[in-house]
């Protein structure tokens, strides 16, 4: 009886727009609408919906800069996102192989390891760590901004390198002889505070994805501790997930 209650209940039309919206924003990161999108009758056929419910998931879309409209162009995509992966250990220019990649690197010294850090790498209170800062820049479109923490021996010898043309994943390979084994990654949005919003050319408060990634060589030992400002407008973070036994 409680079942026929819930399905009885009507859908309001902002709760319809968003799962319109939701819909068609997967299908323009796809790449379905290059040419553009069809037109409201077309789209609420489509969706069996109003056109109210239509014009309201593409002010939704519209909004949030994905597409933009007009009497005479129609509804046309107005960027696409670029698609990083979760399920393989690369680096920025390996992520986007064939693309060009640039750095801005900010920062590249020695400090005091933070408490938190010196931790994470298994390293003493105080310990000596390379940081480096790079602002990361995709065909000259601002990225990511990057932060990391390197243990002493292979940071001091990634230093020796230039740092706006590698990544520093092949580096810590190439100086320490081994693989990289394993990272542990958190992601979470965050807004954009005003410094970090003018590195990357976007508003402030806008959405970024921060990523907090601790990489190990192969044999185990933590050796890059990275803390990423990357744009929410310019990417789409994908993984295929396997459920495992309860």
């Known amino acids: 009886m409680a079942e026929a209650r819930l399905a009885a209940q009507p859908i309001r039309r902002a709760d319809r727009a968003r799962q319109v919206a939701d819909v068609l924003r997967h299908q323009i990161h796809g790449g379905a609408y290059d040419d553009g999108l069809p037109g409201e009758p077309e789209l609420a056929a ?7 419910i239509i014009r309201e998931a593409l002010a939704v879309l519209k909004a949030e800069g994905l597409i933009h409209r007009g009497p005479r162009t129609g509804t046309r995509v107005a960027q696409h996102k670029l698609d990083h992966g979760l399920d393989a250990l690369l680096g920025l220019q390996e992520t986007f192989h064939g693309q060009e990649v640039r750095n801005e690197v900010r920062v590249a010294t020695t400090v005091s390891a933070p408490p938190s850090v ?19 820049y995709l065909d000259d479109v601002p990225l990511s901004l990057d932060q990391t923490y390197l243990a002493p021996d292979i940071g001091a010898a990634v230093l020796a390198h230039p740092l706006e043309t590698n990544d520093v994943f092949p580096l810590l390979e190439r100086i320490s002889g081994q693989h990289l084994g394993a990272a542990g990654l958190a992601l979470e949005a965050i807004p954009a505070d005003p410094h970090s919003a003018a590195l990357l050319q976007i508003p402030d408060g806008a959405a970024l994805l921060m990523l907090e990634r601790l990489t190990s060589l192969a044999d185990g030992r933590p050796v890059d501790l990275e803390y990423i400002r990357m744009r929410g407008d310019r990417v789409t973070m994908r993984g295929n997930l396997t459920r495992s036994t309860p």
Do not use: T, Y
């Open 46 to 52: 489509e969706f069996a919906a109003s056109r109210n």
């Open 118 to 136: 010196a931790r994470r790498l298994l390293l003493d209170p105080g310990a000596q760590v390379v940081f480096i800062e790079r602002l990361r």
